[in-house]
Every structure is written in C-alpha cells, then in structure tokens.
C-alpha cells in the first residue's frame, strides 16, 4: 500500500512540476522576478526597476506567481511596499529553468 501511494504522489507530482515549468517558460517577466528574487526579497517597486518594466505588470505577474505557489507575500497585510519571497517550489522550478535554457 505505501509504494502504491508513493507512486501516485510522484505521478500527480511530475505533471504539476511540468506545467509549473511551462508557466515559468512562457512568461519572460515571471522568469526574470523568480530569478531575482532568489537570494533576497524584494518589493513589487524594487523588482519592477531591477526587471525594467512597469509596477502594475510586476505586481500582476507577482499575483499569478503567488497563486501558483512559487513566490509568497510576507507582508500581505501591508497596503504599500509588500515584501515577496521565492518558496521552495519557486527555486525548484527557477533552477530547472535555468539549466533548461541553457542548453
């Protein structure tokens, strides 16, 4: 029964990583927020000047990501100057990103 239930873990777990990946990919601002914020975290204002792109487009792909379990607001209470964090999840895929695009 265990190896049972730790073969269907893995199975849900490999399309959920994929299409995490997928997500990642397609989206060249998700890619570049993951990547920054990997040693530190920042806010929306922060990346949105380190990424060279507009506050309202950061904060919205900051959005998506959160739903989507790779980043995570510490500051959700906050009105302004949020403060996000990768997860683990985020890191797992960023560094599968990254060696996808490498090669």
Not at 12 to 40: H, N, Q, T
Not at 74 to 84: C, D, E, G, I, V
């Amino acid at each position: 029964m265990f190896m049972l239930n730790l073969v269907l873990n893995i199975e849900c777990y490999v399309p959920a990583m994929e299409k995490l990946l997928s997500y990642v990919l397609s989206g060249r601002i998700r890619r570049k927020i993951l990547k920054s914020l990997f040693d530190i975290e920042k806010t929306p204002t922060i990346l949105a000047k380190e990424i060279e792109t507009h506050q309202s487009t950061t904060s919205r792909a900051l959005a998506d990501l959160e739903k989507n379990g790779l980043v995570k607001c510490l500051t959700p209470k906050a009105k302004l100057s949020r403060l996000y964090a990768i997860t683990e999840s985020g890191k797992k895929v960023i560094k599968r990103v990254n060696r996808i695009i490498k090669h």
